[in-house]
């Protein structure tokens, strides 16, 4: 079955940088965009960007921008979101999802979640 | 950015009941609409999309409706697996936003 392992827990100091996985399973891989997700503490879901696992294309959220960048290794079926200038803010679960149908902005399956907690 | 909100934001019904979340968009997205339910350290599970179609293997007692801004998720028969924080997304225009989630709780 489709299937999306993200990579474990970070914790990390205010202005680190980090670098979560998610390895895809179950269908092939090139023909689906991968959209990453984001959930503060008792937030509510915040959509972070997109990139396309066939050609690599990237679409990022505007209040993002800047500081996020989406990168995928087709030989490993892997899609990394890195995160740099870490904030109390970013203290989040990020889930990687894929679109539920080409194209389409609905999203599922889901990852399991990585929880990264910036603090000093 | 399209703004979405949900009514209510907590609701305590029995099992049988029927409960019916609302969700409303900024501004008109069609039928671009999706409704997620979330468990308490899991990530979120596709319900519905295109605002009434129902994701294979959802149960049917699910169900969506509504189109332009305003929308709404029913769930007939209340089970107790159904205890759950609810979100719509709109999938019209990115950024692709949540609304703030719905709590359902079994009385």
């Known amino acids: 079955q489709v299937q999306l392992l993200q990579s474990a827990a970070e914790v990390k100091k205010p202005g680190a940088s980090v670098k979560i996985s998610c390895e895809a399973s179950?269908?092939?891989?090139?023909?689906?965009?991968i959209h990453w997700v984001r959930q503060a503490p008792g937030q509510r879901l915040e959509w972070m960007g997109w990139i396309s696992a066939g050609d690599g294309d990237t679409k990022y959220s505007q209040t993002l921008q800047g500081r996020v960048t989406f990168t995928r290794d087709t030989s490993a079926r892997r899609v990394h979101i890195e995160v740099t200038a870490l904030r109390s803010e970013d203290t989040a679960v990020y889930y990687c999802?894929?679109?539920?149908?080409?194209?389409?902005?609905?999203?599922?399956?889901w990852g399991q979640g990585t929880l990264v907690t910036v603090s000093s | 950015d399209i703004q979405m909100t949900q009514s209510p934001s907590f609701v305590s019904a029995s099992v049988g009941d029927r409960v019916t979340i609302t969700c409303r968009a900024s501004?008109?997205?069609?039928?671009?609409l999706a409704w997620y339910q979330q468990k308490p350290g899991k990530a979120p599970k596709l319900l519905i999309y295109a605002a009434s179609r129902l994701q294979s293997g959802v149960p049917p007692r699910f169900s969506g409706s509504g189109s332009g801004t305003d929308f709404t998720l029913t769930i007939s028969n209340l089970q107790p697996e159904d205890s759950a924080t609810y979100y719509c997304q709109q999938a019209n225009t990115g950024p692709f936003t949540f609304g703030p989630g719905t709590n359902v709780e079994i009385e």
């Open positions: 179950g269908y092939i891989f090139t023909d689906y965009r």
């Open positions: 501004q008109d997205i069609s039928s671009w």
């Open positions: 999802a894929r679109e539920s149908s080409r194209y389409y902005n609905w999203f599922d399956p």
